[in-house]
Nanobody, 123 residues
Framework: QVQLVESGGGLVQTGGSLRLSCAASGRTFSNYGVGWFRQAPGKEREFVAQVRWTGDRTYYADSVKGRFTISKDNAKNTVYLQMNSLNSEDTAVYYC????????????????WGKGTLVTVSS
C-alpha cells in the first residue's frame, strides 16, 4: 500500500509560480513512478508529469513542457512539481498519483491517488 499526501496548492496570479509537494509513504517499488494529474471543472482528469521512483527519468504532458518541472527528493520520499508561467488553463485540482513507470499514463491505470490540492490561477 502507498499513501500520497499533497500540499502547496493555492491562489496565484497569471504568470506566477507555485510548487506542489507529494509526500509518499508505505511500500515503494523501484519500477514505480510518482507524478501528477489534474482535473479542471467539467473536464476529465489529465496527466501532467511523472518521475521514476529512482528519480532519474521524467515524462511531461505537452501542455506543461518547458513550464513545469517534476523532481524527487529520495531522502524525503517527496515529489515536487514546480509550476512556472501559470495561466488560467492550469486552474484545476492537482492529484498526486503512483503506478508502474511508463511513457504513457492514463487515469484508469493509476494504482494510488492522493486527495488532491486546488490550484487557482487568476488574471
Amino acid at each position: 500500500q502507498v499513501q500520497l499526501v499533497e500540499s502547496g496548492g493555492g491562489l496565484v496570479q497569471t504568470g506566477g509560480s507555485l510548487r506542489l509537494s507529494c509526500a509518499a509513504s508505505g511500500r515503494t517499488f523501484s519500477n514505480y513512478g510518482v507524478g501528477w494529474f489534474r482535473q479542471a471543472p467539467g473536464k476529465e482528469r489529465e496527466f501532467v508529469a511523472q518521475v521514476r521512483w529512482t528519480g532519474d527519468r521524467t515524462y511531461y504532458a505537452d501542455s506543461v513542457k518547458g513550464r513545469f518541472t517534476i523532481s524527487k527528493d529520495n531522502a524525503k520520499n517527496t515529489v515536487y512539481l514546480q509550476m512556472n508561467s501559470l495561466n488560467s488553463e492550469d486552474t484545476a485540482v492537482y492529484y498526486c498519483a503512483a503506478a508502474l513507470f511508463a511513457s504513457t499514463w492514463t487515469a484508469s491505470g493509476i494504482n494510488y491517488w492522493g486527495k488532491g490540492t486546488l490550484v487557482t490561477v487568476s488574471s
